[in-house]
């Protein structure tokens, strides 16, 4: 049953922090200043914001788009374009698909979400100080191998994230954002400045911008184009769900540049924060997620009121899994509430628990059914896999196509208030470069 009443955001700028928040991630604090050190330094970061204009900018604002004139949650929206276009109801297999690939990322990132919480409390408590890597290695080994602790750390950051959307656009993701996304800002900057003046600063800044053309390859192009594709959460429906809750007021060619500012703007600062910690006690940075929640804990503990910075470094995690959390459930809130007879709680509700339900099934991969189930991958690799090289790149490229291809060319060229050379741009950029890059991206992954 539809609902005649959607909700907006009251400002843009409410709009950006959420759609930043979105976009800032576990993924952010490590994986971009990592690829960035380990793919050229400054060379990948000017192919990597190359990629963005090229295929970032096209797919964001074709979501945007799309949710803003279906005004309703994914499916409804593309399947009220296709009709008042007159194209083929078959294009509601892309708000599908988002919403699906939403669905599942979520189920495993609330148990990473969960991870961090409990390493939060772990700072606080002071259980890293004083202990050697291998009592720290062994802390993170028991932990994963522990099912109850586990489901424990995963349903409170599910509760937490249940109790942000069930109070909707206005009191639930607005309210959020606008605490959390400062927040995590400040926590950064404080990082930024003990690296300054406690860490091997200099050494951070040489590994994450010094040019290095000999690590500079194919393989490092696409890591920037995938990274490009990945780090603004396109391709799981919440685009476009945000984009629904959006005005005609906001102009959305500028409103994506300043996401995108602000995303490669937090995810610098991160590297800043992150490695001259790292460089200062010997770490490798190319640990990825052990590096998180291995080898910086090895490094906390071995420092003089190390637990502050722990303390200070997993809220900062805690908060960036947060932001993203919530977007990751709402197209699925939203569209239960507008095709089902549930309102905005129930909806939640629902949603949440399905979700952490799922998410039970992901967390027994570290232990009890950490057994192959398909191409070889347990439970959680598996719904890594199938979201990011399947539903992810699918579903950007459908977006982009349909607008491109689907709708009409000038109503969305007045849309974007584009005329003459910058129209011309814009149509060469979404109808063929875009699509071309994510269809690489796609091969590739494989």
């Not at 010997?282 to 910075?309: C, H, K, N, Q, R």
Request: some cysteine.
């Amino acid at each position: 049953m539809a609902k005649s009443f959607h909700a907006q955001w009251s400002s843009r700028m409410t709009f950006i922090l959420a759609a930043t928040g979105s976009a800032v991630g576990l993924g952010n604090i490590w994986r971009f200043p990592y690829l960035t050190g380990d793919s050229g330094g400054a060379a990948f970061v000017l192919v990597y914001l190359i990629c963005i204009a090229l295929i970032g900018v096209p797919i964001l604002v074709s979501e945007w788009l799309i949710g803003r004139r279906g005004q309703s949650n994914p499916v409804n929206s593309l399947s009220k374009l296709a009709r008042e276009s007159g194209r083929s109801q078959g294009w509601m297999v892309v708000g599908i698909s988002g919403v699906l690939g939403a669905f599942l990322i979520l189920s495993f990132y609330s148990v990473i979400g969960g991870w961090s919480l409990s390493y939060t409390l772990s700072s606080l408590t002071g259980e890293f100080s004083g202990q050697d890597a291998a009592t720290i290695e062994g802390l993170f080994g028991d932990f994963l191998g522990s099912p109850g602790l586990l489901l424990l750390w995963h349903s409170i950051f599910m509760a937490l994230v249940l109790g942000i959307v069930a109070f909707g656009v206005n009191r639930g993701l607005e309210r959020a954002v606008r605490v959390l996304m400062p927040a995590l800002v400040v926590l950064l900057v404080i990082l930024v400045i003990y690296g300054i003046f406690g860490g091997h600063f200099g050494e951070a800044l040489a590994f994450m911008f010094a040019p290095d053309m000999s690590a500079f390859t194919g393989d490092v192009i696409l890591a920037a184009m995938g990274q490009a594709f990945f780090t603004l959460s396109l391709g799981m429906g919440i685009m476009i769900a945000y984009g629904s809750y959006l005005g005609q007021d906001v102009k959305l060619l500028g409103a994506a540049r300043t996401v995108i500012i602000f995303d490669t703007a937090i995810a610098i600062l991160a590297g800043l924060a992150i490695f001259p910690i790292v460089f200062a006690n010997g770490l490798d940075p190319s640990e990825g997620p052990g590096l998180i929640f291995v080898t910086l804990p090895i490094a906390f503990g071995g420092m003089a009121a190390g637990w502050i910075l722990g303390l200070i470094f997993f809220l900062l995690l805690t908060f960036a899994a947060l932001t993203s959390a919530i977007s990751l459930l709402e197209p699925v809130v939203e569209m239960l509430e507008e095709r089902t007879p549930l309102s905005r709680v129930p909806a939640t509700v629902v949603a949440a628990f399905a979700i952490w339900g799922l998410g039970i099934a992901a967390l027994l991969s570290f232990n009890v059914w950490d057994v192959p189930v398909l191409f070889g991958l347990n439970i959680f690799n598996l719904l890594d896999t199938v979201t990011a090289k399947i539903l992810l790149p699918l579903t950007g490229l459908g977006a982009v196509l349909f607008v491109a291809w689907q709708l009409d060319r000038k109503s969305v060229e007045s849309e974007l208030g584009l005329s003459g050379t910058t129209a011309t741009v814009w149509n060469i950029v979404a109808r063929f470069i875009a699509p071309i890059g994510v269809i690489l991206v796609f091969i590739f992954s494989f």
